[in-house]
């Protein structure tokens, strides 16, 4: 998630007594390099962001197009009691403030969609920072920021998949600004937000390229919005891409309702039934050929015992 504006100010008061107190200082070696400060309470959840293989982000930066990512990102580790996280929504486990390169987690909150680990989380928040070093400050619109930073981090597995189906059933196609402003909603919005910019964003990179990114982030760099990088790079507006999307995504929606229909529904379970009759009928009959078999079987050896010993 990425830190909203008038939270800037809050965290920048807050690093000055921060660093004056922090009693927990790991730095993590590897293509980006993380420093991780903690109170005495989170050194076990240190230990284990120590742990984390950082080669993994190599891919964040390619997909960003980063190539140089020696300036250090910082990584604050902060308790449920702390100011900060009681200022914060609950369900946000945590957001990235690019401009100061930081990062600033609340572990007890991971666990959910799309906080699912703290590795994941990790690497999610440090793609913003990438995001946000590739387009030089640049503005990137929450959907495209977010939507790439969850495909850097993660693949696309069942679950993501699972919730945009969902999305494709009960839900209706929405512009960007539409996306844009589910973000600011409930957690809900929020948790649909994700999984639809991520989708979209996949749809991107899957059109035009996996290079499609970086080199519309490095169009940013030269001073241009992301609207013109974009057309840029694709030859196509947002508002065309969105419409794209939805236009492909489409066709599956209808399929979708039409298997949910209560006809179909209805026709399903005849069909399942018609089949289910033939299948016990069929064993009846062979049951009845079973009998009949065994039938001859016993008359044919009554018959060989009464000629043998002559029995009448």
């Known amino acids: 998630m990425i830190i909203p504006r008038h939270r800037s100010l809050v965290i920048g008061a807050f690093l000055a007594t921060w660093c004056a107190t922090s009693s927990i200082g790991a730095q993590i070696l590897g293509p980006v390099r993380l420093v991780v400060d903690a109170p005495a309470e989170l050194e076990s959840i240190v230990s284990q962001v120590r742990d984390f293989d950082t080669t993994r982000l190599v891919s964040v930066m390619r997909l960003t197009g980063i190539q140089d990512a020696e300036q250090p990102i910082r990584i604050l580790l902060m308790p449920e009691q702390s100011a900060t996280a009681r200022n914060t929504p609950e369900w946000v486990a945590g957001f990235a403030d690019s401009a100061r390169d930081l990062v600033v987690l609340f572990p007890s909150r991971i666990g959910s969609y799309p906080y699912r680990t703290l590795e994941s989380v990790v690497y999610h928040e440090v793609a913003h920072i990438l995001i946000n070093r590739a387009a030089n400050g640049r503005r990137v619109p929450r959907w495209f920021n977010e939507g790439l930073a969850s495909a850097a981090e993660r693949s696309w ?74 057309y840029a790079t694709t030859g196509l507006t947002i508002s065309e891409h969105v419409s794209l999307f939805w236009n492909r995504h489409a066709i599956w929606k209808r399929w979708i309702a039409l298997a949910g229909h209560p006809f179909t529904l209805w026709g399903f379970a005849t069909f399942l039934a018609l089949v289910a009759i033939w299948r016990h009928r069929r064993r009846r009959f062979e049951r009845r050929q079973q009998w009949e078999m065994e039938e001859r079987a016993e008359d044919q050896a009554w018959e060989e015992h009464r000629q043998r010993y002559r029995v009448h």
């Open 157 to 230: 597995d069942i679950e993501d998949r699972s919730r945009f189906t969902w999305e494709l059933v009960v839900g209706r196609a929405l512009t960007a600004t539409q996306l844009e402003t589910l973000f600011g909603q409930d957690r809900g919005d929020v948790a649909r937000a994700y999984v639809l910019s991520e989708a979209l964003v996949r749809d991107i990179l899957q059109r035009h390229g996996p290079l499609t990114a970086a080199r519309l982030l490095s169009r940013m760099a030269g001073d241009i919005s992301f609207e013109a990088a974009l």
